[in-house]
């Protein structure tokens, strides 16, 4: 059982990044999942979150530029991540909960998260 982030790299400031949160051993069908991110010498962020049934929620600083979306055929949720910026550089985690929030934007906490997935580092740079 485990969850996979993949999609990241170095890409140039304006540029344009997909990162894929894949599950084995599991369906995500129905788990809350959210995307995190962790910058040298700062707390994790939650990023942008989707609840079971396709509601989302993004961080402000992300609001306009990133959205995230779910494929369960696939077994795999995705963040298009647009308009990078230096200050999106991060290892950026996704993580599973079997919960059900009244809110989206609680699966950004983190708290009550099942599965964890090794991260993936994103670096914007010229």
């Known amino acids: 059982v485990q969850l996979q982030a993949s999609g990241g790299g170095l890409v140039q400031p304006g540029g344009s990044l997909r990162l894929s949160c894949a599950a084995s051993?599991?369906?995500?069908?129905?788990?809350?999942i959210g995307w995190f991110r962790q910058a040298p010498g700062k707390e994790r962020e939650g990023v942008s979150c989707?609840?079971?049934?396709?509601?989302?929620y993004y961080a402000y600083s992300v609001t306009g530029r990133f959205t995230i979306s779910r494929d369960n055929s696939k077994n795999t949720v995705f963040l298009e991540m647009n308009s990078l910026k230096p200050e999106d550089t991060a290892v950026y985690y996704c993580?599973?909960?079997?919960?059900?929030?009244?809110?989206?934007?609680?699966?950004?906490?983190?708290?009550?998260?099942?599965?964890w997935g090794k991260g993936t580092l994103v670096t914007v740079s010229s």
């Open positions: 989707i609840s079971s049934v396709g509601s989302t």
């Open positions: 051993g599991f369906t995500l069908d129905d788990y809350g």
């Open positions: 993580a599973a909960s079997r919960l059900v929030y009244f809110s989206v934007s609680s699966y950004c906490s983190g708290v009550g998260m099942d599965y």
